[in-house]
Every structure is written in C-alpha cells, then in structure tokens.
C-alpha cells in the first residue's frame, strides 16, 4: 500500500473516509506509534530531567471563565525557561493551562486541539464541554507510562458551557481522573498557595476585570512562596498568561492589559506585602 501510495500520489481510502469522530482512535488505528504514550524510553537510572511548568489557575465569574498561568519553567533547581507559554485555547470555547513536564504537556494540548478540530469536521458539530473534558481525561490516561517514571502532564481546563450558558472548570490527576470545580481551581507546584489567595479573593459576583486581577493575585502570592512559580518580572516585561472565555469565545489579555493589572497587583504589594486581606467574618 505504501509502495502504491508514493506511485499515485493518493492517500489510501481509510484516511479519506474516517470511521470514528475520534482523531485519537484514528491515530491509534493507523499509526499507533505517534502517540505519546506509546513511545518507548530508553531506559534510566534516577530522576529524569527536563523542563516543568509549573503554576495554572482558574476562576469563574458570572458570564465565563478565567485561566492563567505563570511563565516559568523549572529543571531541577534551575530555572529552564522564564516566558514559557502554559495556557492555549482547545477551541472557541475552551482553553487548557499545563502543569508538568513541558514538553509532553505542549504536544498533548496540541493533539487535543486536534481531536476537537477532526470531531467537528466529521459530526459537523462541536463537542459538548462535557465531552471535551472527558475526550481529555482519555488522552491524560493514555500518558500514564511517562507519568509513573516522572513524566506526568496535569492539566487545568476551562471553557464557556453555551447549554448552561456559564463557565466551568476541571481538573485531573495522573490517571485520567476528572473533577468539576466550582469557583476556582489550581494546579502545579505553587497550586497550594495559589489556592489559598483564590479561596480568599473569589466572590460569586466578580466581573470579567476582577476576575482577571483575582487570578494575578494568586499567581504572586503562589510566586512568594514557591520558587518554581514565576511572579510578573516587570524589570523583564514577562507577565502571566491570562485569558478569558465568555460567550463571545476565547480571549486572550494583551499583554499591555495583564501588564495593567500586574502592575497595579505590584503597587498594592509595595503598601500590603501579603495582599489584599480578607475579612475575619
């Protein structure tokens, strides 16, 4: 077939008539050999290094969602990156931020989106936001091989539910296992202060331009007690990555906006070092 395929310069009648909505399956079926969790590693002794991200928050407000993330990437005590990209929209409704290994998690985003791209191509309709989150945990599973010798990707999804007309968040762990959260979430090494500031900021009526400082907030303060989370560098110009997902679809801040904002957070701070405080009742 392949020795016709370069003689006729045709594709063979499988690619060109799809028996499944899954760009996955279809993968799988006819080169099973490009996904990423089927790879073999060569084999190692201790830790493998490589470039992690790290710190992914998201916030929800009335209308859509917030997502955003730092722009550092760590190798072992190293800084490997200082303005790695961590957040990309799946599609016109939905956005993934990365946490883990860099590079796996950036070819498993890119996958993603095209799942979601060949699903609406074939159905000639787009997933639920449902069924992206569990097209998602399906491929997460898949990477479990690397994940149990220290190649995990944990992701943060948000998106715009247009059937419920409000945005929505999940999280994963390493085996596929998929959580809604509700008002806010965070994932990556910092995940545990950024949740504190988020569980002290969110409030069920941000707008749009709260919610957007409420999640540069939890990324300083992640950035105060981990040193793997980057905060705003604004001697560098490098801020986070925020975006916004509404009815309208996906939007991502400009950077003179989160620059805006970042250094607004950065003003506060110089006055409140913890940050805005929250009322003890």
């Known amino acids: 077939m392949e020795a016709n395929t370069r003689s006729t310069g045709r594709l063979p009648a499988a690619f060109l008539t799809p028996g499944s909505s899954s760009f996955m399956d279809f993968l799988s079926e006819h080169a099973p050999e490009q996904l990423p969790g089927n790879r073999p590693l060569p ?7 490589a470039p992690h991200g790290t ?31 961590k957040v990309f929209p799946a599609d016109e409704y939905s956005a993934v931020g990365i946490a883990g290994t860099a590079g796996l998690a950036v070819e498993m985003v890119r996958l993603f989106q095209l799942e979601l791209e060949h699903f609406e191509k074939v159905e000639g309709a787009q997933l639920s936001l449902e069924g992206k989150a569990n097209r998602l945990s399906t491929m997460i599973r898949g990477n479990l091989g690397m994940a149990m010798q220290g190649l995990a990707v944990i992701p943060l999804f948000a998106g715009y539910d247009v059937g419920r007309d409000r945005g929505r968040i999940f999280s994963y ?3 596929g296992g998929r ?3 509700q008002g806010f979430a965070a994932v990556g090494s910092g995940s545990v202060f950024a949740r504190g500031s988020l569980k002290k900021l969110h409030r069920d009526d941000l ?4 919610a957007a400082t409420v999640v540069v907030q939890a990324l300083y ?3 105060d007690d981990d040193s793997a989370t980057g905060g705003p560098d604004l001697v560098r110009r490098i801020y986070p990555v925020v975006t916004v997902i509404t009815e309208d ?21 110089l006055q409140s070092p913890n940050g805005p405080q929250a009322p003890v009742l």
Request: hydrophobic content about 40%.
């Open 173 to 175: 762990d390493v085996t």
């Open 207 to 210: 707008s749009e331009q709260q």
């Open 249 to 269: 679809g996906f939007r991502r801040l400009t950077e003179e906006e989160v620059a805006e904002i970042a250094r607004s957070v950065h003003d506060g701070r």
């Open 55 to 85: 710190t992914i928050v998201a916030v929800t407000f009335p209308g859509g969602v917030v997502l955003a993330g730092d722009r550092r990437a760590t190798m072992g005590n190293m800084i490997a990156q200082r303005d790695i990209e």
């Open 43 to 49: 084999p190692v002794k201790g830790a493998v290094e």
């Open 179 to 181: 959580s809604e959260e």
């Open 221 to 223: 303060d992640a950035a």
